[in-house]
């Protein structure tokens, strides 16, 4: 079945140790997603990639970067984790110009710092 | 600014009772509308969108929705609610047009918990 895909599901990392979480898709989607939701909130839109170009939020912190190699895979890097950055971490994507938007969610990483 | 409401955080509903989900848009135009559900621990699943056409939408797990126009609403309705409804449920909404990049905005969310 076409999906997306996230690894590992659950990531501990230390204070101010880098950490990458993944995301692969089978969709062939040209649109991809990252997400930080915290418990009982929305999901909150870090960044995008629409083919290649990168789309950061205007509020995304700078400890966060993202790689998009190919159309398959995406990930999130944060290089130095706080403990603030405990989150579950949402991967999305969505074949935008066809005219169908919706997103496709991944499992989530459930992301601790210790 | 664009914005989504869901007036209501926690529902409790009898199971076998029916459930709306409430959703409130502020947006310049008509946009794409989106309810996901989520279980805990667990991704956004999409239970129906609205795009254009018939203003009730007919979704996964026997939810249905229905997009008010003149209200700004597109709340989410199920006849009789199972248990394994449970779960947190977000409606969202995406711009129309040249140069979107399939944006959505979430509301906050409502929790519905189902008694047995």
């Known amino acids: 079945d076409a999906m997306v895909i996230q690894n590992p599901r659950y990531q501990v990392t230390q204070f101010g140790k880098p950490v990458t979480l993944s995301c692969s898709q089978t969709?062939?989607?040209?649109?991809m997603y990252w997400y930080q939701q915290k418990s009982s909130q929305a999901p909150k839109l870090l960044f995008h990639?629409?083919?290649?170009?990168?789309?950061n939020e205007a509020d995304t912190p700078d400890n966060f970067q993202s790689r998009r190699p190919n159309t398959s895979f995406c990930f999130l890097d944060i290089r130095s984790p706080g403990l603030g950055d405990a989150a579950m971490y949402l991967c999305?994507?969505?074949?935008?110009?066809?005219?169908?938007?919706?997103?496709?969610f991944g499992p989530g990483t459930r992301l601790t710092v210790t | 600014a664009q914005s989504v409401t869901q007036p209501d955080i926690h529902i409790t509903v009898s199971e076998g009772a029916s459930l709306e989900l409430r959703c409130n848009y502020s947006?310049?135009?008509?946009?794409?509308l989106f309810w996901y559900v989520q279980s805990p621990g667990q991704g956004l699943q999409l239970l129906l969108k609205?795009?254009?056409?018939?203003?009730l939408v007919q979704g996964i797990k026997g939810f249905e929705a229905e997009f008010k126009r003149s209200q700004s609403s597109f709340n989410l309705r199920k006849p009789s609610v199972h248990w394994s409804d449970a779960a947190e449920y977000f409606c969202?909404?995406?711009?129309?047009?040249?140069?979107?990049?399939?944006?959505?905005?979430f509301g906050q969310g409502t929790t519905l918990q189902v008694k047995p």
């Open positions: 999305a994507t969505s074949r935008v110009g066809t005219g169908s938007y919706e997103q496709y």
């Open positions: 969709l062939n989607h040209n649109v």
């Open positions: 990639y629409y083919d290649k170009d990168f789309n």
């Open positions: 947006y310049g135009a008509t946009p794409y």
């Open positions: 609205y795009f254009s056409g018939d203003t």
């Open positions: 969202a909404v995406g711009a129309r047009g040249s140069g979107n990049t399939g944006k959505l905005i």
